[in-house]
């Protein structure tokens, strides 16, 4: 039983740390890309936090399955 706690704990801390570098990369991928086309910025931006929201969405239902996990056992 207590190993299924370690499991839920390793999976949310996996599912933050991979939601922090998807958004880094993204973030970062639209800065350069914001710079090199300073008239595209608008569409960018929004499709920015379209995917972040995405991105952030999934790590969101991650630690949901997680904590399920915690809660039921």
Do not use: D, W
Request: charged fraction near 10%; proline fraction near 1%; glycine fraction near 20%.
């Amino acid at each position: 039983m207590e190993l299924a706690y370690l499991g839920a704990a390793i999976g949310a801390g996996l599912g933050a740390i991979g939601a922090g570098i998807g958004i880094g990369l993204l973030g970062g991928s639209a800065m350069e890309g914001m710079a090199r086309q300073p008239e595209a910025m608008g569409e960018m931006r929004t499709n920015m936090i379209i995917a972040a929201a995405l991105i952030e969405g999934v790590a969101l239902f991650g630690e949901a399955i997680c904590a399920a996990i915690v809660f039921t056992k």
